[in-house]
């Protein structure tokens, strides 16, 4: 059974309906601009030393550099992605633009993306410190934390950033930093069972004797 990928089905849509715009989800300057009035928000109103974005296609994190540009801010801006899709990862450290070779097998479905798109590229190049490259098992772990400690529904791309702060906390230790949470869009049986993982384990913990725990 043959797959489709998102591009694939956008494309095979357009055919269907000629007449469609396809409005781009993050390679578009429209996108970026609207993205940065968070960075503007947040920076506006808080003195934040890092500042860590869920990165896929690149648009929310190339928003964050414009508006950190824009208000003439010294806060550093850090990527976190998926490490099973890490273009982003590899074309910082390579310093060219690569691409997945297929769409990502990540549970961060919103960052399923074969590669960042151009104008996103050359902003996060410039503006960009590190893209830090999360497992998929700490994504987990940071949406069951943002929902146990933060009562806060999150998908897993949206977590991908505290992910990046539990996966490396020495980086960050005695800065200011600002995780930011994008999106709740998540499949309940997917949610339901990341949720049931930490629960069954709290479980187990409380019946291992005392003496047998190391």
């Not at 801010?73 to 099973?84: H, K, N, Q, W, Y």
């Not at 450290?93 to 996103?120: H, I, K, W, Y």
């Not at 949610?191 to 629960?199: G, H, I, R, V």
Request: proline residues 6%; glycine residues 10%.
């Amino acid at each position: 059974m043959h797959r489709v990928s998102r591009q694939e089905r956008v494309a095979q849509l357009a055919r269907e309906q000629p007449e469609a715009f396809i409005a781009p989800a993050y390679d578009d300057y429209r996108v970026v601009a609207g993205n940065s009035t968070l960075g503007q928000e947040i920076l506006g109103q808080a003195q934040v030393d890092v500042l860590l974005v869920p990165v896929g296609g690149g648009g929310l994190i190339s928003g964050q550099v414009i508006a950190r540009d824009l208000l003439a801010s010294p806060t550093r801006i850090v990527g976190a992605e998926p490490l099973p899709g890490n273009d982003a990862a590899r074309s910082l450290r390579s310093g060219r633009l690569l691409s997945n070779e297929m769409e990502p097998e990540t549970v961060a479905d919103g960052a399923r993306t074969l590669s960042l798109g151009q104008l996103n590229w050359e902003i996060i190049r410039q503006g960009v410190e590190e893209i830090i490259e999360v497992p998929d098992e700490v994504t987990l772990e940071a949406l069951r934390r943002l929902f146990l400690q933060g009562n806060l529904k999150a998908e897993p791309t949206g977590a991908l950033a505290l992910g990046a702060l539990l996966l490396h906390p020495e980086r960050f230790r005695g800065q200011r930093v600002c995780c930011i949470v994008s999106g709740g869009n998540v499949d309940p049986a997917l949610y339901a069972q990341a949720l049931n993982k930490q629960f069954n384990g709290r479980a187990a913990e409380r019946q291992i004797p005392a003496a047998d725990s190391r």
